[in-house]
């Protein structure tokens, strides 16, 4: 006997489990749209609870993978920034020096020192003398020293006084100036290559003369008026040691950054071969 009411029962426990398989369908699609959105690159898309990959690892892999990407970039770009950034000497440890020369001898072509100037990098005279001569002066060579003899006749200051009060003043120090290895000589003084700025020698400073490809130094004077735009040593008129000294300071302001770069390089380089011989390390 069929009963109506068992037939009823029957489709309303049909529709029941359908609308459930619809809505566990629709929530496991929105739950995998969702994932999607935070995946990384290259990463398999996440799966649902009910659905799990047979092979997670390769998803936690592949996330691991893109946070340690994401790390390297950031460390690559910090040393990128480092890179560019450099350390220049104190300002106070720089001196700028020059020297004007008598001549002595037969016709005066022996040089001998006959003032000795010293500044800082303000500009400062830290020493400013002239030299007492031991032999006599046959070419004061007014036109360009700017000595005369009224100058050397007050001089007290012997050559080797001299010598030991600017070797004081330049212990520790970086020496900026032009020609220096003439001035050097004179006062019987040496100084360390990596504490030297000698703007004659400074090869962007330099020029070819000839067809060999040698550089050659270039007047104070002439530089200055090229790249300061200034005027030294003006004809008529005799040197200033002072003058010349500033001089030489500025040009080495006007490439600083660049000078020091490229000595850093020489210094380091330097320090690695005398760290393989077991050698003191050169410091500026």
């Known amino acids: 006997m069929h009963h109506p009411n068992n037939s009823n029962k029957k489709r309303n426990r049909r529709r029941r489990s359908d609308s459930h398989g619809s809505a566990s369908s629709a929530f496991s699609a929105s739950s995998l749209s969702e994932g999607e959105g935070h995946s990384c690159p290259g990463s398999p898309p996440p799966h649902s609870k009910g659905n799990q990959h047979p092979d997670k690892n390769n998803a936690n892999n592949a996330n691991n993978k893109c946070r340690r990407s994401g790390g390297r970039k ?3 770009r910090s040393r990128k920034r480092g890179k560019g950034q450099q350390t220049l000497p104190e300002e106070s ?8 020369m008598v001549g002595i001898g037969e016709n005066g072509h022996t040089s001998s020192i006959a003032r000795v100037t010293v500044v800082d990098w303000d500009g400062n005279a830290l ?16 036109f360009v020293s700017g000595i005369t003899p009224q100058d050397l006749e007050d001089a007290t200051l012997s050559l080797e006084e001299c010598r030991n009060m600017v070797l004081q003043l330049l212990q520790n120090h970086i020496l900026v100036g ?4 003439n001035d050097l000589k004179a006062l019987d003084i040496s100084h360390p290559w990596w504490l030297t700025r000698d703007t004659a020698k ?10 060999d490809g040698i550089l050659w130094p270039r007047k104070l004077k002439e530089l200055v008026s090229e790249k300061l735009h200034q005027e030294i040593q003006i004809e008529g008129k005799p040197h200033s040691p002072y003058e010349d000294a500033l001089a030489a300071l500025d040009l080495y302001r006007s490439v600083r950054p660049k000078w020091e770069s490229a000595m850093a390089y020489k210094i380091d380089k330097t320090n690695q071969i ?6 003191p390390l050169l410091a500026q």
Request: some cysteine; glycine content about 0%.
């Open 74 to 76: 950031r460390r690559q």
């Open 127 to 142: 020493f400013d003398e002239y030299i007492q001569q031991d032999q006599p002066v046959t070419d004061y060579r007014t």
């Open 274 to 279: 005398r760290l393989e011989h077991h050698q």
């Open 93 to 100: 440890k720089f001196l700028a020096l020059d020297c004007e």
């Open 202 to 211: 400074f090869e962007p400073f330099m020029k070819v003369r000839f067809d």
């Open 178 to 181: 032009h020609a220096l290895k």
